[in-house]
T-cell receptor, first 114, second 110 residues
Framework: SAVISQKPSRDICQRGTSLTIQCQVD?????MFWYRQQPGQSLTLIAT?????????ESGFVIDKFPISRPNLTFSTLTVSNMSPEDSSIYLC???????????FGPGTRLLVL | GDSVTQMEGPVTLSEEACLTI???????????LFWYVQYPGEGLQLLLK?????DKGSNKGFEATYRKETTSFHLEKGSVQVSDSAVYFC?????????FGSGTKLNVKP
Protein backbone atom coordinates (compact mmCIF):
# COMPACT_ATOMS: atom_id res chain seq x y z
CA SER A 1 0.00 0.00 0.00
CA ALA A 2 1.02 3.63 -0.46
CA VAL A 3 1.46 6.16 2.33
CA ILE A 4 -0.05 9.49 1.36
CA SER A 5 0.18 12.78 3.23
CA GLN A 6 -1.72 15.98 2.60
CA LYS A 7 -1.22 19.58 3.68
CA PRO A 8 -3.01 21.40 5.14
CA SER A 9 -5.18 18.99 7.07
CA ARG A 10 -7.84 21.67 7.44
CA ASP A 11 -8.35 25.35 6.74
CA ILE A 12 -10.92 28.07 7.06
CA CYS A 13 -10.84 30.51 4.18
CA GLN A 14 -12.60 33.65 3.10
CA ARG A 15 -14.79 33.84 0.03
CA GLY A 16 -12.89 34.88 -3.10
CA THR A 17 -9.50 33.58 -1.97
CA SER A 18 -7.59 30.51 -3.20
CA LEU A 19 -6.09 27.55 -1.37
CA THR A 20 -3.44 25.15 -2.60
CA ILE A 21 -3.51 21.61 -1.24
CA GLN A 22 -0.38 19.50 -1.37
CA CYS A 23 -0.22 15.73 -1.73
CA GLN A 24 2.93 13.68 -1.15
CA VAL A 25 3.26 9.93 -1.79
CA ASP A 26 5.99 7.69 -0.40
CA UNK A 27 6.56 5.93 -3.74
CA UNK A 28 6.56 6.85 -7.40
CA UNK A 29 3.16 6.57 -9.03
CA UNK A 30 1.99 7.23 -12.55
CA UNK A 31 -1.47 8.53 -11.82
CA MET A 32 -2.73 10.62 -8.93
CA PHE A 33 -6.38 11.42 -8.38
CA TRP A 34 -8.15 14.30 -6.67
CA TYR A 35 -11.59 13.76 -5.15
CA ARG A 36 -14.10 16.00 -3.45
CA GLN A 37 -16.36 14.79 -0.65
CA GLN A 38 -19.11 17.25 0.18
CA PRO A 39 -20.58 17.08 3.69
CA GLY A 40 -22.37 13.78 4.26
CA GLN A 41 -21.83 12.73 0.65
CA SER A 42 -19.85 10.19 -1.29
CA LEU A 43 -16.70 10.90 -3.30
CA THR A 44 -16.67 12.72 -6.61
CA LEU A 45 -13.62 12.55 -8.87
CA ILE A 46 -12.34 16.00 -9.79
CA ALA A 47 -9.43 15.08 -12.04
CA THR A 48 -6.65 12.63 -12.80
CA UNK A 49 -3.09 13.95 -12.80
CA UNK A 50 -0.31 12.28 -14.77
CA UNK A 51 3.25 13.45 -14.45
CA UNK A 52 4.36 15.51 -17.42
CA UNK A 53 0.94 16.11 -18.93
CA UNK A 54 -2.16 18.18 -18.36
CA UNK A 55 -4.62 16.86 -15.82
CA UNK A 56 -7.81 15.27 -17.11
CA UNK A 57 -10.92 16.81 -15.57
CA GLU A 58 -14.28 15.16 -15.00
CA SER A 59 -17.51 16.66 -16.17
CA GLY A 60 -18.45 19.65 -14.03
CA PHE A 61 -14.87 20.53 -13.06
CA VAL A 62 -12.66 22.98 -14.95
CA ILE A 63 -9.00 23.84 -14.87
CA ASP A 64 -9.59 27.53 -14.10
CA LYS A 65 -11.38 26.61 -10.89
CA PHE A 66 -9.23 23.62 -9.89
CA PRO A 67 -5.74 23.97 -11.39
CA ILE A 68 -3.53 20.96 -10.72
CA SER A 69 0.22 20.57 -10.84
CA ARG A 70 2.15 17.31 -11.08
CA PRO A 71 5.84 18.19 -11.12
CA ASN A 72 7.14 14.70 -10.35
CA LEU A 73 6.07 11.12 -9.65
CA THR A 74 5.54 11.60 -5.91
CA PHE A 75 3.88 15.00 -5.59
CA SER A 76 0.83 16.92 -6.75
CA THR A 77 -1.06 20.06 -5.82
CA LEU A 78 -4.70 21.04 -6.23
CA THR A 79 -5.72 24.68 -6.02
CA VAL A 80 -9.27 25.66 -5.22
CA SER A 81 -9.62 29.11 -6.79
CA ASN A 82 -11.94 32.01 -6.10
CA MET A 83 -13.63 30.05 -3.35
CA SER A 84 -17.28 30.25 -2.36
CA PRO A 85 -19.10 28.55 0.54
CA GLU A 86 -20.17 25.81 -1.90
CA ASP A 87 -16.52 24.72 -2.09
CA SER A 88 -16.61 23.69 1.57
CA SER A 89 -15.71 20.01 1.37
CA ILE A 90 -13.10 17.42 2.12
CA TYR A 91 -10.53 17.18 -0.68
CA LEU A 92 -8.82 13.81 -0.98
CA CYS A 93 -5.72 12.81 -2.86
CA UNK A 94 -5.57 9.22 -4.08
CA UNK A 95 -3.21 6.88 -5.94
CA UNK A 96 -3.56 3.50 -7.57
CA UNK A 97 -1.74 0.64 -5.88
CA UNK A 98 0.79 -1.67 -7.46
CA UNK A 99 -1.97 -4.13 -8.29
CA UNK A 100 -3.28 -1.50 -10.69
CA UNK A 101 -6.74 -1.66 -9.15
CA UNK A 102 -6.83 -0.70 -5.48
CA UNK A 103 -7.03 2.99 -4.66
CA UNK A 104 -5.34 4.42 -1.60
CA PHE A 105 -6.31 7.73 -0.07
CA GLY A 106 -4.67 10.51 1.84
CA PRO A 107 -6.15 11.76 5.12
CA GLY A 108 -7.96 14.59 3.35
CA THR A 109 -8.02 18.37 3.61
CA ARG A 110 -11.08 19.77 5.34
CA LEU A 111 -11.96 23.12 3.84
CA LEU A 112 -14.51 25.55 5.20
CA VAL A 113 -15.23 28.68 3.17
CA LEU A 114 -16.93 31.57 4.93
CA GLY B 1 -24.54 2.98 -16.53
CA ASP B 2 -22.23 1.57 -13.91
CA SER B 3 -23.24 2.32 -10.33
CA VAL B 4 -23.20 1.16 -6.71
CA THR B 5 -26.28 1.02 -4.51
CA GLN B 6 -25.66 0.90 -0.83
CA MET B 7 -27.89 0.52 2.19
CA GLU B 8 -28.88 3.89 3.58
CA GLY B 9 -27.86 4.82 7.06
CA PRO B 10 -27.39 5.64 9.72
CA VAL B 11 -27.27 2.17 11.21
CA THR B 12 -27.27 2.11 15.00
CA LEU B 13 -26.29 -1.08 16.82
CA SER B 14 -25.37 -2.10 20.32
CA GLU B 15 -21.90 -3.45 20.97
CA GLU B 16 -21.55 -7.17 20.07
CA ALA B 17 -24.51 -7.05 17.68
CA CYS B 18 -24.28 -8.52 14.17
CA LEU B 19 -23.79 -6.16 11.25
CA THR B 20 -24.82 -6.42 7.63
CA ILE B 21 -24.50 -3.51 5.21
CA UNK B 22 -26.00 -4.31 1.83
CA UNK B 23 -24.27 -3.36 -1.41
CA UNK B 24 -25.26 -4.16 -4.97
CA UNK B 25 -23.60 -3.03 -8.13
CA UNK B 26 -24.38 -2.53 -11.79
CA UNK B 27 -21.38 -2.95 -14.05
CA UNK B 28 -20.39 -4.14 -17.46
CA UNK B 29 -17.65 -6.71 -17.29
CA UNK B 30 -16.28 -8.25 -14.09
CA UNK B 31 -15.10 -5.54 -11.72
CA UNK B 32 -13.03 -5.86 -8.58
CA LEU B 33 -15.05 -4.98 -5.49
CA PHE B 34 -13.99 -3.04 -2.41
CA TRP B 35 -15.12 -1.86 0.99
CA TYR B 36 -13.57 1.30 2.39
CA VAL B 37 -13.99 2.71 5.89
CA GLN B 38 -13.81 6.36 6.91
CA TYR B 39 -13.35 7.00 10.61
CA PRO B 40 -14.37 10.42 11.94
CA GLY B 41 -12.00 13.12 10.77
CA GLU B 42 -9.95 10.79 8.56
CA GLY B 43 -9.58 9.77 4.94
CA LEU B 44 -10.74 6.51 3.40
CA GLN B 45 -8.97 3.30 4.33
CA LEU B 46 -9.19 0.07 2.40
CA LEU B 47 -11.06 -2.46 4.53
CA LEU B 48 -11.22 -5.44 2.20
CA LYS B 49 -11.50 -6.42 -1.43
CA UNK B 50 -12.42 -9.27 -3.75
CA UNK B 51 -11.34 -9.60 -7.33
CA UNK B 52 -13.46 -12.43 -8.74
CA UNK B 53 -16.70 -14.28 -8.24
CA UNK B 54 -17.02 -16.25 -4.97
CA ASP B 55 -13.92 -14.60 -3.52
CA LYS B 56 -14.29 -13.63 0.14
CA GLY B 57 -12.48 -10.56 1.39
CA SER B 58 -11.85 -10.28 5.10
CA ASN B 59 -10.13 -7.94 7.54
CA LYS B 60 -10.56 -6.90 11.19
CA GLY B 61 -13.46 -9.34 11.61
CA PHE B 62 -15.32 -7.94 8.59
CA GLU B 63 -16.17 -10.15 5.62
CA ALA B 64 -17.75 -9.73 2.21
CA THR B 65 -18.29 -12.28 -0.56
CA TYR B 66 -18.34 -11.43 -4.27
CA ARG B 67 -21.69 -12.75 -5.49
CA LYS B 68 -21.79 -12.49 -9.25
CA GLU B 69 -25.24 -14.05 -9.59
CA THR B 70 -26.83 -11.40 -7.38
CA THR B 71 -24.27 -8.65 -8.20
CA SER B 72 -23.81 -8.09 -4.48
CA PHE B 73 -20.98 -7.57 -2.02
CA HIS B 74 -22.60 -7.28 1.41
CA LEU B 75 -20.39 -6.35 4.36
CA GLU B 76 -20.79 -8.46 7.51
CA LYS B 77 -19.36 -8.63 11.00
CA GLY B 78 -20.44 -11.01 13.71
CA SER B 79 -19.82 -8.75 16.68
CA VAL B 80 -19.33 -5.01 16.31
CA GLN B 81 -17.37 -2.80 18.67
CA VAL B 82 -17.71 0.88 19.52
CA SER B 83 -14.48 1.43 17.61
CA ASP B 84 -16.21 0.25 14.41
CA SER B 85 -18.28 3.44 14.36
CA ALA B 86 -17.48 4.98 10.99
CA VAL B 87 -18.80 5.48 7.48
CA TYR B 88 -18.48 2.49 5.16
CA PHE B 89 -18.25 2.82 1.38
CA CYS B 90 -18.79 0.06 -1.14
CA UNK B 91 -16.90 0.56 -4.41
CA UNK B 92 -15.77 -1.14 -7.56
CA UNK B 93 -13.13 -0.63 -10.20
CA UNK B 94 -14.23 -1.26 -13.76
CA UNK B 95 -12.00 -0.51 -16.72
CA UNK B 96 -9.81 1.72 -14.55
CA UNK B 97 -12.66 3.86 -13.28
CA UNK B 98 -13.74 3.81 -9.65
CA UNK B 99 -17.38 3.93 -8.58
CA PHE B 100 -18.38 4.62 -4.97
CA GLY B 101 -21.60 4.05 -3.11
CA SER B 102 -23.17 6.81 -1.09
CA GLY B 103 -21.74 5.52 2.20
CA THR B 104 -23.41 4.00 5.25
CA LYS B 105 -22.82 5.52 8.66
CA LEU B 106 -22.54 3.00 11.47
CA ASN B 107 -22.99 4.04 15.08
CA VAL B 108 -22.16 1.42 17.70
CA LYS B 109 -23.35 2.15 21.23
CA PRO B 110 -21.74 0.63 24.32
Amino acid sequence: SAVISQKPSRDICQRGTSLTIQCQVDSQVTMMFWYRQQPGQSLTLIATANQGSEATYESGFVIDKFPISRPNLTFSTLTVSNMSPEDSSIYLCSVRGQDGETQYFGPGTRLLVL
Amino acid sequence: GDSVTQMEGPVTLSEEACLTINCTYTATGYPSLFWYVQYPGEGLQLLLKATKADDKGSNKGFEATYRKETTSFHLEKGSVQVSDSAVYFCAFNNFNKFYFGSGTKLNVKP
